[in-house]
Nanobody
Framework: QVQLAESGGGLVLAGGSLRLSCAAS????????MAWFRQGPGKQRELVAS???????NYADSVKGRFTISRDNTQNTVYLQMTSLKPEDTAVYYC??????????????????WGQGTQVTVSS
């Protein structure tokens, strides 16, 4: 089994910063793209940022220049550094990763895994 565990959410004033972490554990052979999604009140879940295992990043237009995604492949962990936070960034933030739990020669395939979510609330 594979688990993703998020941490770092909380309440912050507008203009403040938070750093989210997500650690993958369990039966892991390799991890591919890791990403952060968010779902605000009454909204659909949306992609915030992603990073490939080679370090190529992608950001939603709404967070470019304010959020930075990074990963530590030795720790199977992805981070989201959030600065200049706005009330509209308020949401539950979810970690996502494409993970292969065993070699393809042993029947392994890449499957998506999700964390349980962590609340980020930005007050004005």
């Amino acid at each position: 089994q594979v688990q993703l565990a998020e941490s770092g959410g909380g309440l912050v004033l507008a203009g403040g910063s938070l750093r989210l972490s997500c650690a993958a554990s369990g039966r892991i052979f390799s991890i591919y793209t890791m990403a952060w999604f968010r779902q605000g009140p009454g909204k659909q879940r949306e992609l915030v940022a992603s990073i490939t295992n080679g370090g190529i990043t992608n950001y939603a237009d709404s967070v470019k220049g304010r959020f930075t995604i990074s990963r530590d492949n030795t720790q199977n962990t992805v981070y989201l550094q959030m600065t200049s936070l706005k009330p509209e960034d308020t949401a539950v933030y979810y970690c996502n990763a494409g993970i292969r739990d065993r070699p393809s020669s042993s029947g392994g395939s890449v499957n998506p895994y999700w964390g349980q979510g962590t609340q980020v609330t930005v007050s004005s």
